[in-house]
């Protein structure tokens, strides 16, 4: 079984590639799908130039690859056709598996970010392509700099409210990717993937408060005090508006369910907020 890993120099994508390899994978059966190889080549594991703007550089990274593993993209806005151009390579290639790293409830959620995914699920369900669908929770890494942040100035500002986060670490997402390529079954899965803890801001500032050695508080903002505070630090108007409708989603509960399938699949305990924090701080 060869398997391609799309966005394989992307956090996560190195992740995944590290722990297909862990759970037993020949590495010379891993392909590590990038557009630019040279930052590949530290994986130990063969590249191969995949840009999802250019489709004969997916449907040769696709010759003879059996399992795929389509990282969501991180360019917003153009998630779609990009996964698209995937999708369509997969299913020309008679791949026997496809997973897919989608969002909460992607096909049902208000999340400002679903709608790409949902869009996306329903290519892959349309392609008839064996699949798996993975719904990641956030990344625990995602609040790194939040933590920088209030080492300076003692505050964790944000729209959420006392809405909650079942996130994980990168790594535990990335060993549930690795798990469901390499055991058989799984096809037809849509697993919610969340972390065992579903914690609120105000625990995130106790974290942060122990992780940079100084008090730190929790102050809860409107959605337009949001806006207004990120326009103040330089975000244009549109970026301040979906990191703001972001954390709405988060306020009105889109990120806080778990239900432990993410422990069950990768066979751990998740990574608590503080260990996933300690790491992505101190690098």
Known sequence: MTILVTGATG???RLIIRSLIERGA?????VAGARDVAKAADLGVRAA???YSEPDTVAAALEGVDTVILVSSSEVGQRVAQHRAVIDAAKAAGVSKLVYT????ATTSALVLAPEHKATEELIAASGLPAVILRNNWYSENYAADVARAAETGVIAAGAGEGRVASASRRDFA??????ALEDGHIGEIYELGGDVAWDYAHLAAVAA????????YRPLTTEEQIAALQAAGLDEGTAGFVAALDAGIRDGALADTDGTLARLIGRPTTPLIEGLRAAVAA
């Not at 989608?102 to 409830?105: D, F, R, Y």
């Open 26 to 30: 020949d590495p010379q059966t891993v």
């Open 175 to 180: 060993d549930a990717a690795a798990v469901v």
């Open 210 to 217: 122990e992780l940079v050695g100084r008090p730190v508080e």
């Open 49 to 51: 130039r995949l840009d």
């Open 11 to 13: 956090q996560l994508g």
């Open 102 to 105: 989608s969002a909460p409830k």
